[in-house]
């Protein structure tokens, strides 16, 4: 709280000093009082406001901490993502390749047992005809 010289260097507010025997009284008059009111509800809002700003702040504070956090496990998971999409389609590669692999063999066979047949018939018709 501010002494009663600081508020008269500031406002011209000298006040009328009463000595008793235990204590020193400075009395104001009605217009001294009411600036030193102002003053005070002035003093005393600001403060609240600087209050209030502050929580605010801090809560703010706290919300972008959580936010960047959530950001980088966001960032992380989608790494982590990306890796086993890559994973995935390498092993999707490799049955892809497995498979054509599989019908290049089938085809093979089927080829084989087409001329097998032929040949098994070839042989059958001249070892009739004979």
């Known amino acids: 709280m501010m002494s009663w010289s600081a508020f008269s260097q500031n406002f011209s507010l000298e006040p009328r000093i009463l000595t008793t025997d235990q204590d020193t009284l400075y009395c104001f008059s009605k217009p001294q009082a009411r600036e030193l009111v102002k003053l005070i509800e002035y003093g005393f809002f600001t403060d609240s406001v600087n209050r209030m700003l502050e929580q605010n702040l801090a809560i703010l504070e706290f919300a972008f901490k959580t936010k960047q956090e959530a950001y980088t496990k966001l960032e992380l998971m989608n790494n982590n993502m ?42 059958g018709t001249t070892a009739i005809l004979r």
Do not use: N, T, Y
């Open 82 to 123: 990306s890796l086993v999409h890559a994973h995935q389609e390498s092993i999707i590669d490799g049955q892809l390749s497995f498979i054509k692999a599989q019908k290049k063999e089938i085809k093979r066979h089927r080829r084989h047992k087409f001329i097998l047949m032929v040949c098994a018939g070839v042989i």
